[in-house]
């Protein structure tokens, strides 16, 4: 016998499925409508919890509910559209609304005058676009306008905060990024960044941030609109999802050069640079990630890295993390430190070289390109690279150059050709049997990998002609 819980689901979602009579689709008779309505209530308040939403799925309602869409009663589309809002947070039922057809009347749906019934749809917009398959039928059904067209209902918070939502998701999809930019959504989005509740603005400038990634034009538009002191000012918040995505956008704003003068005079660089020592991994490594062009287009990066008191040995501290993409971040912005030779000088003070050879043996191809961009650039210093090979760091570099990954074999080259300039450092490699993986790049397209491959191969040669001719004296 079915217990009472199972006995509930059953009985609403043959109500969806035969609302009038055993059998009968939906007629359109208002009493038919009641009843889906009634089922559909059900199994809302139902959905609230994960065990429910698995339940659900197991019996099969969800294609029901992707038929009740095309129904035009508002009373009905609103439980409906709000059960598979509050379930779409589930992968599997994110995967049924794409493959059911339905992200086609959801976006139908946003262009009812209806702000409860837009709020549902724009809500499951927002979590179903977690897929890129689904972003581009949003934009195939022409569901991004509407959505631009939404940002002007400051008023309904609850509203605001779906319809951002969707925007920072559909705006991941760079197509959909350019076409947000058509509409001018990175203005009003700019202009929601002052009295807005912490959700919302998390997925305000969620969206900015992908819309600067994405495009130049967009990140001048920011500028413009007069989007980046409010975005640096947001940097001394507490809200790690927040700080998240502010990280994101300055770090990709930074890439103009007029923008990076605006995040200087606010202070920005030394923002982010206090946000390495946030307890969340993730403020941490996307810090360093946006310090990283900051640094490559600030003027006077050197004095300004200098200026910020215990930035160097903070930045060196983080080499210990045991987080991969903390690790990796914070190598590339290492790489970008050390072309300062007297930052590169405190760096190695610090204790940068052995730290950086303690991560040499990795099979992360993501920290392998970075950690050698880092290496690559500390050897500039005096002793390090004869540092690098008494710390064991070469042989385990030589490695690097069995990967798939040629932006790996490119950092790899550069790095294999610094520390080359060590005769002892050679000696490894070649026992190493660095030669051989060398030669078949000599040949590559990518200019700087047959370079540094050359370059790598030659001091190599040159210590074994030199070995020869001392054996004949």
Known sequence: MLRPEKRLWTLEVDLLINPGRPSSPVTGERSDLDVARSAALGLWSCSKSRKNKIALLRTGAVPQLGKLLQCDSDTVLIPVVG?????????????????????????????????????????????????????????????????????????NKDLLCAVTGAVW????????????????????????????????????????????????????????????VPLVQLLTGTNHSLLINTTKVVGACALDADSMIVIDKQDGVRLLWSLLKSVNTEVQACAAWAICPCIENAKDAGELVRSFVGGLELIVGLLKSDDLEVLAA?????????????????????????????????????????????????????????????????????????????????????????????????????????????????????????????????NIRHLALANEKAKFK
Not at 102 to 124: D, F, G, I, P, T
Not at 332 to 351: F, P, Q, R, S, Y
Request: hydrophobic letters at 40%.
């Open 330 to 458: 914070v190598c590339a912005a290492i790489a970008k430190i050390a072309k300062d030779e007297e930052n590169l000088g405190v760096l190695t003070d610090h204790g940068v070289v052995p730290l950086l050879a303690k991560l040499a043996i990795t099979d992360s191809d993501h920290l392998r390109i970075h950690l050698c961009d880092a290496i690559a650039r500390c050897c500039m210093w005096r002793n390090n690279r004869i540092a690098f090979g008494q710390a064991s760091a070469v042989a385990p570099l030589v490695s690097y150059l069995q990967s798939s990954d040629s932006l790996v074999h490119r950092s790899t080259a550069c790095a294999l050709h610094q520390l080359s300039k060590d005769p002892g450092n050679c000696i490894t490699m070649h026992e190493a049997g660095v030669v051989q993986s060398l030669l078949s790049m000599v040949g590559s397209t990518d200019e700087v990998l047959q370079e540094a491959a050359a370059g790598c191969i030659g």
């Open 83 to 155: 059960t598979l809002q509050e379930c779409a947070s589930e992968k599997s039922y994110q995967e049924l609304i794409q493959s059911e057809g339905m992200v086609e009347h959801l976006v139908k749906r946003l262009k009812k005058q209806n702000e409860e019934l837009q709020r549902h749809c724009a809500s499951a917009i927002f979590k179903c676009a977690e897929s890129d398959a689904t972003r581009t039928l949003v934009r195939k059904y022409e569901g991004l306008d509407p959505l631009v067209s939404l940002l002007s209902k400051t008023s």
């Open 169 to 228: 998701k559909c705006s991941k999809n760079a197509l959909n990024a350019t076409r947000f930019k058509e509409l001018k959504a990175i203005e009003q989005l700019v202009a929601l960044l002052s009295n807005q509740p912490e959700e919302v603005l998390v997925n305000v400038v969620g969206g900015l941030g992908e819309c600067a990634a994405h495009d130049p034009d967009s990140r001048a538009s920011i500028r413009k609109a007069g989007g980046l």
